[in-house]
């Protein structure tokens, strides 16, 4: 009776075992309701298309003398500006823009000293340096990443490569100053006398009028409607710059 009772225990616990198996074939395989619309809604999300857009750029651009003094012995600041237009594609985080812009990268008109060299010493004078309509025209292509602050504000940071072509010349007037003249001296580019300047300026050699973009930046994004952002930023793009963009997307 006891051997019994027990067959009929496995018995019946087989039973229960086969009732609470999921039935074979493609019904076992289906997910419940919500889990199918999560996954219906995350695969539109992850193949939602690009979008396009077109932008301004307006900026401050600078290239301090003590940058340049690096490679020279006395220069003159660049300070001035910059503008150019967009075109963005956006997809997800990313937004790859590729940019036309113009610059005028003029410096002050100043003494310019060649490193190493005496300003007061004959053979090592500097040149006044005069700069004839000094500009870029510079295109690039730029990946801009963003990160969500707010719905509203996003962090926005990238690089890109490109290529300038180099307008305008460079006129440069030999300057003799007086013996014991030290490069600090220099920043008066009246300090040497004038009248000691050669009458007869003479074109610089300007090594290529093509050069390379390096574009670097950092900043923050403004969604101010569904298609239009407001863009601030800092960076490096050749020289340093500070500016805005705004950009608007179809």
């Known amino acids: 009776m006891k051997y019994a009772c027990l067959a009929s225990l496995l018995v019946a616990s087989t039973a229960f075992g086969q009732e609470s198996q999921p039935a074979a074939g493609p019904a076992a395989k289906e997910l419940p309701k919500g889990k199918l619309q999560t996954q219906e809604i995350e695969g539109e ?112 940071y990238g690089a890109g490569i490109g290529v300038a072509f180099l307008l305008g010349n460079i006129q440069k007037f030999q300057q003799p100053c007086p013996q014991g003249t030290t490069a600090d001296q220099l920043d008066d580019p009246n300090f040497c006398p004038v009248a000691n300047r050669a009458t007869q300026p003479k074109d ?4 290529s009028r093509v050069w390379p973009v390096v574009n670097l930046l950092a900043g923050m994004r403004f969604q101010l409607v569904d298609q239009v952002a407001l863009s601030v930023e800092i960076g490096f793009r050749d020289v340093f710059f500070g500016g805005i963009g705004v950009g608007y997307f179809f």
Not at 204 to 207: E, W
């Open 45 to 156: 999300a992850a193949e939602a298309p690009a979008t396009f857009g077109v932008g301004g750029r307006f900026r401050f651009i600078w290239m301090p003398s003590a940058v340049l003094n690096l490679f020279l012995g006395h220069s003159t600041t660049m300070k001035s500006f910059s503008g150019g237009g967009e075109v963005i594609r956006r997809k997800g985080n990313l937004d790859m823009v590729w940019g036309l812009e113009f610059a005028n990268i003029s410096p002050d008109d100043g003494l310019y000293l060649e490193k190493g060299k005496d300003p007061g010493q004959f053979g090592d004078y500097p040149d006044y340096i005069h700069f004839d309509g000094f500009a870029l025209i510079s295109l690039d292509w730029s990946f801009i990443w963003h990160s969500d602050i707010t719905s509203k504000i996003q962090f926005r």
């Open 204 to 207: 610089a050699d300007i090594p």
